[in-house]
């Protein structure tokens, strides 16, 4: 009796191990050895695509179906777009767009009513979630006829391992892989309003007696040394720090995907060491090419 309980206690402390060992495994998949051509970046899932020449120039994990947070927000968009709702028409928030739990963060009162065009100009600028709830309850047949529209809409740009619950993103069971999300990017970059909103710096609209300041959560469309064409931040626990953008760099269009970057600035230091690592990459081929000639 007592080796047997021996036994099990040995059992629950190798279990116990185990798992530590999985999680510390966990941890440090965030920033694996990588070959000296490639980026060191910590985000753990990755995709840059040169959209010029369409082909991959770096990839992790891209085929990955993961949580995207606020990502989620340019698939929001490019419906509304679809549906070609008026951008002028005023849009009362409610206490139906009292979204309530973790992330589920709003500067924007309920009772405060703004034009369809200022929630998308929000939501893209700076991931407004009241925003992106009032747009799809606005749609056609209510929320759940927005939810159905969303998933049309991806499986149309060949999303194929995507799937939404939630127009704002806070579900974690809003889910697609880098090479979705690249799809997406694409997509959006082909619409002015998009491209015009996600990368402004800065947006007021009036919130009661006063006007309301609003910022771009993402720095790098402050930086005059990167031209970005379309960009979108997420954030949720589930899906740690996401950044999703096209930009020319080195006057090639490039489109790059992080997801799940640890650290508040993670996913802006990997989107720079990125561009980094393409300038040196670029560099170095062209004076091999010279060599050759």
């Avoid at 206490?95 to 369809?116: H, M, P, Q």
């Avoid at 040394?225 to 960009?231: A, G, P, R």
């Avoid at 560099?283 to 050759?292: H, V």
């Amino acid at each position: 009796m007592i080796r047997s309980k021996q036994l099990s206690t040995f059992a629950l402390a190798c279990m116990a191990c185990l798992a530590s060992v999985a999680q510390a495994a966990h941890h440090r998949s965030h920033h694996v050895r990588v070959r000296s051509d490639e980026p060191d970046l910590r985000s753990s899932s990755a995709l840059v695509l040169d959209a010029t020449h369409s082909s991959v120039l770096y990839s992790r994990k891209a085929d990955v179906s993961a949580p995207i947070a606020s990502i989620t927000k340019l698939l929001t968009v490019l419906v509304v777009a679809d549906a070609g709702l008026p951008l002028d028409e005023p849009i009362q928030l409610t206490t139906e767009d009292r979204i309530v739990g973790k992330g589920a963060s709003s500067r924007l009162l309920l009772g405060t009513t703004l034009t369809r065009g200022d929630l998308i100009h929000l939501a893209l600028m700076s991931s407004e979630n009241r925003a992106a709830h009032a747009l799809g309850r606005n749609y056609p047949g209510g929320l759940p006829a927005f939810v159905a529209a969303m998933n049309a809409k991806a499986r149309k740009l060949g999303m194929t391992s995507a799937h939404f619950v939630d127009p704002a993103g806070l579900s974690c069971d809003n889910v697609a892989s880098a090479e979705d999300l690249s799809k997406l990017v694409m997509a959006a970059s082909e619409n002015p309003v998009i491209r015009e909103y996600s990368t402004d710096r800065g947006y007021a609209v009036r919130v009661g007696r006063r006007m309301l300041e609003f910022r771009n959560t993402n720095s790098l469309v402050s930086n005059p040394t990167w031209n970005i064409v379309v960009q979108k931040t997420g954030y949720i626990s589930e899906a740690g720090r996401c950044l999703v953008m096209q930009a020319v760099i080195q006057g090639r269009t490039v489109v790059i995907v992080l997801l799940n970057s640890v650290g508040k600035n993670t996913r802006v230091a990997d989107a720079v060491r990125i561009r980094r690592w393409m300038e040196a990459k670029l560099l170095t081929d062209s004076r091999a090419g010279a060599d050759k000639a």
